[in-house]
């Protein structure tokens, strides 16, 4: 079945880096995009960035554009985000999530699997 697990999540100071993993099992990354979505209690969910499968192109968030960057390995089981000059206000748990039915497009429109999230926060 479809499997994603998230690691890499610290604490860290802000203008620090953090790379984020997700590994997936159950199916290759060649069938479906994965995004990053990050939840801070009491706020909405935000979907920050995210690859195709198709023909590997990103999204990314406004918020994030120019500080994340997201990656594939290529044995296309395991996808990275890429976290540079990190800010307070990035402080949240980050998940990766991918949905069967959106063809492999990005930005997802719906969550259908995603992991069980990884805590990054961002404090001096």
């Known amino acids: 079945q479809v499997q994603l697990v998230e690691s890499g999540g610290d604490l860290v100071q802000p203008g620090g880096s953090l790379r984020l993993s997700c590994a997936a099992s159950?199916?290759?990354?060649?069938?479906?995009?994965i995004g990053w979505f990050r939840q801070v209690p009491g706020k909405e969910r935000e979907e920050v960035s995210c690859i195709s499968s198709r023909d590997g192109s990103t999204y990314y968030a406004d918020s994030v554009k120019g500080r994340f960057g997201i990656s594939r390995d290529n044995t296309k089981t395991t996808v990275y985000l890429q976290m540079n000059s990190l800010k307070p206000e990035d402080t949240a748990v980050y998940y990766c999530a991918t949905d069967t039915q959106n063809e492999g497009l990005c930005p997802l429109n719906d969550y259908e699997y995603w992991g069980q999230g990884t805590q990054v926060t961002v404090s001096s």
């Open positions: 159950g199916f290759t990354l060649d069938y479906y995009a």
